[in-house]
């Protein structure tokens, strides 16, 4: 199952074609139960949670028993959290759940902050499992890179 976190650029139900009008926000906010929230995407194997429409801050304390719910639906499930240094939910949400991979945008992300966000997700308790470099940009053909 896959999970948008991060509602302050919200892209799956756009990309996947679902409505938004309730998701993880509403959830958390106690608006709604988490039959509302789910949706199957067309030709897909997969649920997904968008992040609905819910503006007020996320209610973190509710975030375990919609994992212990999503457990019991789905054999796996990713959230899609914010930027971890400047949301302070994002390290907030890390922390209940049961492991994060940090992504790393290349040629964009400095070393250094990727080291601060990975330093404040440990600190906040947050287990960190590793991490993902993205967006990697080759410069010299593919092929080459074998042989180096």
Known sequence: MLIEGNKRSPSFSSYFKLDADTGFSEYLSGSCDIDEIIHTPSDAS???I????????LAIRNLPGLM????KKAEMSF??????LPYTEAAEL????DGVILVIRSEQDKWEVA??????????????LGT???????????WLYPLL
């Open 68 to 71: 212990a719910s999503i457990n």
């Open 50 to 57: 968008t992040s609905g429409t819910d503006k007020r801050p």
């Open 115 to 128: 080291k601060a966000a990975a330093q404040l997700l440990e600190k906040s308790g947050a287990r960190l």
């Open 94 to 97: 890390a922390s209940c759940l």
């Open 79 to 84: 959230i899609d959290l914010p930027p971890v």
């Open 46 to 48: 997969f649920k997904i």
């Open 132 to 142: 993902i470099l993205n967006r990697k940009q080759y410069y010299i053909p593919s």
